[in-house]
């Protein structure tokens, strides 16, 4: 696989870790670059804040986006990623916890790419990191 920068937006830390050890045993070669709320998000995907010196013009390849996060939850971020041309095909993924149908349903109002839930066993973790990593970075042919 050819190198990618993968966003993960995600609070807990242990989650965190967890997705960067996954990636590393499913052998997915990319930068993992965890971010811990959505204000903080945002500011990474624009540059802006202390992302200020980033540039904006060079996106992550996938956003893995939690939707229960301090300061603005995943709804929030999809919506702003959504609504600015920069950022709109941007591939987003929800890796959370939930399978209430609401939030299902939201994700998809709000364009996600794809809703996947956590699997709590990490041997299933690792399978379905990997199964984004092969997607989402080796079959998927992005737009330009």
Do not use: C
Request: proline content about 6%; cysteine-free.
């Amino acid at each position: 696989m050819t190198r990618h920068t993968i966003l993960l937006i995600e609070d807990n830390p242990d989650d965190a870790e967890l997705t960067r050890i996954a990636f590393a045993e499913a052998g997915i070669d990319g930068q993992l670059v965890v971010v811990g709320d959505g204000a903080d998000a945002l500011d990474y995907l624009f540059a802006r804040g202390r992302h200020a010196q980033r540039d904006a013009a060079d996106l992550p390849s996938i956003v893995l986006l939690d939707l229960n996060l301090p300061k603005l939850d995943g709804r929030e971020v999809l919506q702003a990623l959504r609504a600015n041309p920069a950022t709109r095909g941007l591939p987003v993924v929800v890796l959370t916890t939930s399978t209430e149908p609401f939030d299902v349903e939201a994700s998809y109002a709000l364009g996600v790419n794809s809703y996947i839930r956590k699997p709590v066993d990490f041997g299933k973790f690792v399978e379905v990191v990997k199964q984004i990593g092969l997607y989402w970075l080796v079959l998927n042919h992005p737009r330009n």
